[in-house]
């Protein structure tokens, strides 16, 4: 499953418009294994390959806006610190970075960091008042008949789809290696996870399972500066 988290090569011409924005806090990589930071001058050439979660300082400078994926996104510039502290600058699609800590979950399926504790670790601490709602008490890992788990954020509408995607493919991962989701089911959410969204209603995903549902459902919910949004993310866990 998480090989549908491979970065993909992309290759686009340099342009030199460029601007500067206001949103320059830390930002975190949302791509699997690594992103591909890419020469300033020239987008051909990789100049480092940033690992999953790692963190990154926007200068401020953005260049143009286009969809790569899918996700809505723009050419930024950043700063970034290797292992032994060389700072090294470079281009990123936004999309791929986020503006909270990245999930700590195993991609290899032994740890299954929840929902709930993600945003208690993470989200809470930042400025903007984000958080979690939990209803019933339970996680929806936890096999209870019905339970649900939201989360807020601020962000792009492009690291809102690329944090869902994410969620989604995390959320059913134990039940593509087990097999309980059909080859069927597969399809129908590799095809779910590659829709495009313009943030103007809500998007749900959650191919059936036989015994219970288990859909993750995201919407916009505010506007706010910058080309951020508030978004809330919602698991839902129900037996039939």
């Known amino acids: 499953m998480h090989s549908l988290l491979k970065s993909v090569p992309i290759i686009v011409l340099f342009f030199s418009c460029f601007h500067f924005s206001s949103v320059a806090q830390t930002h975190y990589v949302l791509a699997q294994p690594y992103?591909?930071?890419r020469n300033v001058n020239d987008r051909s050439e990789v100049v480092a390959k940033l690992p999953y979660g790692c963190s990154v300082e926007p200068t401020g400078r953005t260049?143009?806006?286009?969809e790569i994926s899918n996700l809505r996104g723009?050419?930024?510039?950043v700063m970034w610190k290797d292992k032994v502290g060389n700072s090294i600058k470079g281009v990123l699609f936004d999309a791929f970075i986020f503006p909270f800590k990245a999930p700590l979950w195993e991609w290899d399926g032994q740890e299954n960091e929840s929902f709930k504790n993600y945003a208690y670790a993470f989200l809470d601490s930042n400025s903007f008042t984000s958080g979690w709602e939990f209803c019933d008490g339970k996680d929806y890992e936890s096999w209870s008949e019905g339970s649900t788990s939201t989360i807020y954020f601020e962000s792009t509408l492009g690291q809102a789809l690329r944090f869902f995607r994410m969620w989604v493919e995390h959320?059913?991962?134990q039940y593509v290696q087990s097999g309980y989701l059909s080859e069927t089911g597969q399809k129908e959410l590799k095809q779910e996870l590659?829709?495009?969204?313009n943030g103007d209603s809500t998007?749900?995903?959650?191919p059936y399972m036989e015994g219970f549902r288990?859909?993750?459902i995201i919407e916009r919910i505010d506007h706010t500066e910058e080309g951020r949004s508030v978004f809330k993310i919602e698991i839902e866990h129900f037996s039939d």
Do not use: A, M
């Not at 260049?63 to 286009?66: A, D, G, I, N």
């Not at 998007?203 to 959650?206: D, F, I, P, T, Y």
């Open 194 to 197: 590659s829709r495009s969204w």
């Open 214 to 216: 288990l859909s993750v």
């Open 171 to 173: 959320s059913f991962e």
């Open 203 to 206: 998007l749900s995903v959650g």
């Open 63 to 66: 260049y143009e806006s286009t």
């Open 74 to 77: 723009t050419w930024i510039e």
């Open 35 to 37: 992103l591909n930071l």
